[in-house]
């Protein structure tokens, strides 16, 4: 399992468009904390006159929407394309061990394109009046809140791969599913088709528990949340890689 885990980071990047992808996220996220004015989108760090980088978790999980999608599409896409899927079935591994071994690939490359914005952190904490006037507990409680994001998209993207042959149809289905889950059931529950269970459905919703997180409050509830996502989508994979058998 680990020999396949080390395989797909070395696979991604070991290609161009691995450092791309990484890339255009750091430098997207760039562009508009600190170079696009305030008034075009009201994220920029400089001129919003407090020392926080709120807005990077405000941007982030949008940029991610796209990011994911595009790390994640070639997981099992590119296996059935090269014709490799079966070899790679008749290894001396479980289907969940090989899932479970692209899953954490998919989310160390997710961390690694992370990582460089802790340097965005640092900026802030020195230009902070005075030194290191920034609430690192509510900036701690996000980095978490985009973490846990994250690895829910990439095991929807992880799924949207397992039933898509080509790598184009597997982005697109993971930016549309994971589109849904994030920001979907908000519609819906304004919507108001649902009157008093609104609120129930707003929490099936993955932007309701990113926010609570990005309060700084790190609550169970929403850790669960997180993780049932999570576990959700690997269990389809695993029906999908199980149904050859059928």
């Known amino acids: 399992m680990f020999t396949l885990y080390i395989k797909e980071i070395r696979s991604f990047l070991s290609s161009v468009i691995g450092y791309l992808v990484i890339g255009v996220f750091i430098t997207l996220l760039g562009l508009f904390l600190w170079v696009i004015p305030n008034e075009a989108n009201g994220s920029n760090i400089l001129e919003n006159g407090f020392a926080n980088i709120d807005p990077l978790f405000i941007i982030a999980p949008w940029v991610y929407l796209f990011l994911i999608p595009a790390i994640t599409m070639r997981s099992f896409s590119e296996e059935k394309k090269a014709g490799t899927i079966e070899l790679l079935l008749t290894r001396p591994l479980t289907d969940l061990q090989i899932i479970l071994a692209k899953y954490f690939a998919g989310f160390t490359l997710v961390l690694i394109s992370l990582l460089p914005?802790?340097?965005?952190?640092?900026?802030?904490?020195?230009?902070?009046?005075?030194?290191?006037?920034?609430?690192?507990?509510?900036?701690?409680?996000?980095?978490?809140?985009?973490?846990?994001?994250?690895?829910?998209?990439?095991?929807?993207?992880?799924?949207?791969?397992?039933?898509?042959?080509?790598?184009?149809?597997?982005?697109?289905?993971?930016?549309?599913?994971?589109?849904?889950?994030?920001?979907?059931?908000?519609?819906?529950?304004?919507?108001?088709?649902?009157?008093?269970?609104?609120?129930?459905?707003?929490?099936?919703?993955?932007?309701?528990?990113?926010?609570?997180?990005?309060?700084?409050?790190?609550?169970?509830?929403?850790?669960l949340y997180f993780v049932s996502i999570i576990v959700v989508f690997n269990l389809l994979t695993k029906l999908v890689l199980e149904s050859r058998k059928w």
């Open 117 to 223: 914005t802790l340097i965005y952190y640092y900026t802030v904490y020195v230009l902070g009046y005075p030194k290191g006037n920034i609430d690192h507990g509510g900036t701690t409680g996000s980095y978490i809140g985009l973490l846990m994001l994250g690895a829910g998209f990439v095991s929807i993207g992880v799924f949207a791969s397992s039933i898509a042959e080509n790598q184009v149809i597997a982005f697109i289905i993971a930016v549309l599913l994971s589109f849904f889950t994030y920001i979907g059931f908000d519609f819906i529950s304004q919507s108001g088709i649902f009157g008093a269970y609104d609120g129930l459905v707003k929490g099936l919703g993955i932007n309701d528990h990113y926010l609570s997180m990005s309060r700084g409050v790190i609550d169970t509830r929403d850790l």
